[in-house]
T-cell receptor, first 113, second 112 residues
Framework: KAGVTQTPRYLIKTRGQQVTLSCSPISGHRSVSWYQQTPGQGLQFLFEYFSETQRNKGNFPGRFSGRQFSNSRSEMNVSTLELGDSALYLC????????????FGQGTRLTVV | SQQGEEDPQALSIQEGENATMNCSYKTSINNLQWYRQNSGRGLVHLILIRSNEREKHSGRLRVTLDTSKKSSSLLITASRAADTASYFCATLGQDNNNDMRFGAGTRLTVKP
């Protein structure tokens, strides 16, 4: 059974640009959550999608958005990138809403220059 | 914002020794989970303990939960060099719309 796949693994962008990250959850999992991990702030919850609906959202500005498709794949978008958006972005999938026993992808390392 | 706080921030031990990490949290929870992260990679789920459980075992892992003190501990027995990683506790709260909040983690180094 394939694990959670995140693409791309690494990304370098310039300030002001926008970026889209992709996450394919484990087959049969309907919940996808996104986290931002930085050395200073640790793991911060961004949002969770379940059956194409955003269930919950963390304390991030509106520049951070996401969506989920009918096949449960999810994308997150960050517009008008700032240097502080440089981070490891992790996606987690689980069978149930609320990220019980979540399975994480390897992450996308975003560097904003 | 983070919910859990791990203690210590870093721990260095010799192979074969036991490692104990602690986690404290602030609000009432439905369950608490422990995850491991190898450097710069995704997190791996280790164990989940529900709020009505006090202790749980999985292989060399032992987790305890004290809801009166809002704390949990993770014990790794007979540690191995491969256990070197960061360990995070994550709580699923009763009052935060069911999103999982992570602590800052404990960086464990096991020396061969």
């Amino acid at each position: 059974k394939a694990g959670v796949t995140q693409t791309p693994r690494y990304l370098i962008k310039t300030r002001g640009q926008q970026v889209t990250l992709s996450c394919s959850p484990i087959s049969g999992h309907r919940s996808v959550s996104w986290y931002q991990q930085t050395p200073g702030q640790g793991l911060q919850f961004l949002f969770e999608y379940f059956s194409e609906t955003q269930r919950n959202k963390g304390n991030f500005p509106g520049r951070f958005s996401g969506r989920q498709f009918s096949n449960s794949r999810s994308e997150m978008n960050v517009s008008t990138l700032e240097l502080g958006d440089s981070a490891l972005y992790l996606c987690a999938s689980s069978k149930k809403a609320g990220t019980y026993e979540a399975f994480f992808g390897q992450g996308t390392r975003l560097t904003v220059v | 914002s983070q919910q859990g706080e791990e203690d210590p921030q870093a721990l260095s031990i010799q192979e074969g020794e036991n490692a104990t990490m602690n986690c404290s949290y602030k609000t009432s929870i439905n369950n608490l989970q422990w995850y491991r992260q190898n450097s710069g990679r995704g997190l791996v789920h280790l164990i989940l303990i529900r709020s009505n459980e006090r202790e749980k075992h999985s292989g060399r892992l032992r987790v305890t939960l004290d809801t009166s003190k809002k704390s949990s501990s993770l014990l790794i027995t007979a540690s191995r060099a491969a256990d070197t990683a960061s360990y995070f506790c994550a709580t699923l709260g009763q009052d935060n719309n069911n999103d999982m909040r992570f602590g800052a983690g404990t960086r464990l180094t096991v020396k061969p």
